[in-house]
């Protein structure tokens, strides 16, 4: 087992989150502890973040569907300290949602050694409290048996 | 025929600049006083009176960083110009800075204004370096900003490991690019570091946002810029020989978009991008001009890799072969052209001159093609000047000789 320091998520009360119309639903399903985008109602093309018109037909018809919280690392970074917080490290990723393709989330790794974490790592969703009583999509390294 | 190509009807006739100032430096002054004293500078060295001007073209939605505001009203009433006939400014940030010289060109050439001032001032009271984190939460930011991105580099480092993944680039690219530009900077008189930077620093720096490290970022400065444009025949007459706007291009397409507001841009040739290509081609084509013919490239470097993207963007070497490109001593400046080769960012840039979100870069540009440059390029008859990678629009300007 390595000593190396694992990944975290911002402490809840650093972190604030806004909805608007739109991106409310993704906020109110991740505090079921689900994770959905929005599928197009017209042609059926996913988008993230959620936004008020489909970008390929410009419909505001929207089938929130409900994922699998598997994903895929398109890339990352290793993030080394935040203000007021010296000592945290945090692996802040961009993913692929192989169930919503064209879709991509940016998050965190936690609970993983960043060194660990690498392009194409398979990741499954998880929930971390954020202020206001909001859950934030994260994710973990997937069990390698699942994956 | 490159010397006469493009629009050249509009010209750079003055550039002003503060001192440049480390984070901090300035907090007893205020935005005006700052942007007021560069106005003036740029005013005097094309011999004009503040008074003459008529127009503000800014950019960045006339932020002063991305915290206080430049009031155009403030400005004019404070500095004495008479009557303000244009005020505009490009929307997005940094990204326009190249791009408000082609605004300043699009109220002269439509006949709103005559002399047209292009000012950025910057202090740091928020700190630019983690503005991300500082700033409140929105709608849109709650999708980037819970994660620990704190600042533009920590979001741009996703784009440089994307491009390591795909085209084996190295750190020792990077690495490059800060060496070589604090090698421009050790005979500038402003530069905040004089000194050479060596590999075992670079290496042994701290890490910021992995693999981005310390001297990948630029600097946090504080100070102004102010650039003045007028037609090309009124700039004749004035004290400086005239810098011709050959071509100034802004924009950027949908699959680049809110760049690194939302990381949703489709594929890997434009993720792992500056998204500039599509400007670069326009620009190119009013210019009438290839990237063979440009002389000097001032390329906005907020940070090392964007550097990189964007030579490959600018078409000094094909996509994906930046690292190769610039690891073969192709940015390095040398006085006289070598084939192949593309002197960048010849005045210290913003990682090792100073950070004024990319008006130094312009000013540099005019020094260049007026002859009168600190690591001049000999005979250098066309210069690109770049604005900073981010949301749309981003933007690029090609400056010339005049006749």
């Known amino acids: 087992m390595s000593t190396a320091t694992l990944a975290t998520a911002l402490p809840a009360d650093v972190v604030t989150i806004r909805t608007d119309p739109s991106t409310e639903p993704f906020w109110q399903a991740a505090r079921e502890r689900r994770l959905v985008a929005p599928r197009c109602g017209n042609c059926g093309a996913f988008r993230l973040p959620p936004t008020p018109f489909c970008p390929h037909c410009q419909s505001t018809a929207v089938d929130w569907t409900e994922l699998s919280g598997r994903a895929t690392v398109y890339t990352y970074t290793v993030v080394n300290g935040y203000p007021g917080l010296p000592d945290i490290t945090l692996v802040p990723v961009v993913v692929d949602l192989p169930d919503a393709p064209g879709a991509r989330l940016v998050s965190n790794v936690v609970g993983a050694d960043p060194a660990e974490v690498r392009i194409g790592t398979e990741l499954t969703v998880d929930f971390h409290p954020v202020s206001d009583g909001w859950l934030l999509p994260v994710f973990r390294v997937a069990d390698r048996e699942q994956a | ?403």
Request: glycine share 12%; with cysteine; hydrophobic share 40%.
């Open chain 2, 1 to 403: 025929m490159a010397r006469d190509a493009g629009a050249r009807d509009v010209a750079i006739a003055g550039i002003g600049a503060t001192p440049y100032y480390r984070r901090g430096e300035t907090a007893g002054q205020s935005i005006t006083r700052l942007a007021g004293e560069a106005i003036l500078a740029a005013c005097a060295d094309a011999g004009l009176s503040v008074t003459e001007v008529d127009g503000l073209a800014f950019y960045s939605l006339a932020r002063a960083g991305y915290g206080e505001q430049m009031e155009a009203g403030e400005l004019v009433e404070t500095l004495g110009i008479r009557e303000l006939k244009f005020s505009a400014a490009l929307t997005g940030g940094g990204g326009g800075s190249a791009g408000a010289i082609g605004l300043a060109r699009a109220a002269i050439v439509a006949g709103d204004a005559s002399v047209v001032v292009t000012v950025m001032a910057l202090q740091q009271r928020t700190r630019l370096g983690t503005v991300v984190a500082s700033k409140a939460a929105t709608p849109a930011s709650s999708f980037v900003q819970p994660f620990g991105l704190a600042g533009p580099g920590h979001l741009m480092s996703l784009l440089a490991r994307r491009h390591m993944h795909v085209y084996g680039t190295t750190r020792d690219a990077f690495a490059e690019i800060a060496i070589s530009t604090r090698q421009n900077a050790l005979s500038r008189p402003k530069a905040a570091y004089r000194e050479p930077l060596t590999r075992e620093q670079y290496f042994s720096a701290r890490m910021i946002a992995d693999p981005l490290c310390l001297y990948d970022f630029c600097l946090e400065s504080e100070g102004a810029v102010a650039i003045v444009t007028a037609s090309v025949e009124r700039a004749r007459d004035l004290r400086q020989p005239p810098v011709p706007v050959v071509a100034a291009a802004h924009g950027g397409t949908r699959e680049w978009g809110r760049a690194f507001s939302w990381f949703g841009m489709p594929d890997d040739e434009t993720f792992a991008s500056s998204g500039s290509k599509p400007i670069a081609g326009r620009l190119y084509q009013r210019a009438g001009v290839t990237p063979q013919d440009i002389d000097v490239a001032l390329i906005y470097d907020h940070f090392t890799p964007m550097v990189l993207m964007q030579l490959e963007d600018y078409g000094f070497c094909e996509k994906g072969e930046g690292g190769p490109f610039v690891l073969s001593g192709a940015i390095r400046y040398t006085p006289e052209r070598r084939p192949g080769a593309i002197p960048v960012n010849t005045h210290g840039g913003q990682l090792s001159e100073a950070y004024i979100i990319g008006a130094t870069h312009i000013v540099e540009g005019v020094e260049q093609l007026r002859g009168t440059a600190v690591n001049q390029v000999a005979g250098a008859e066309l210069a690109l000047v770049t604005g900073g990678p981010s949301a749309i629009p981003n933007s690029g300007l090609i400056l010339g000789r005049d006749r």
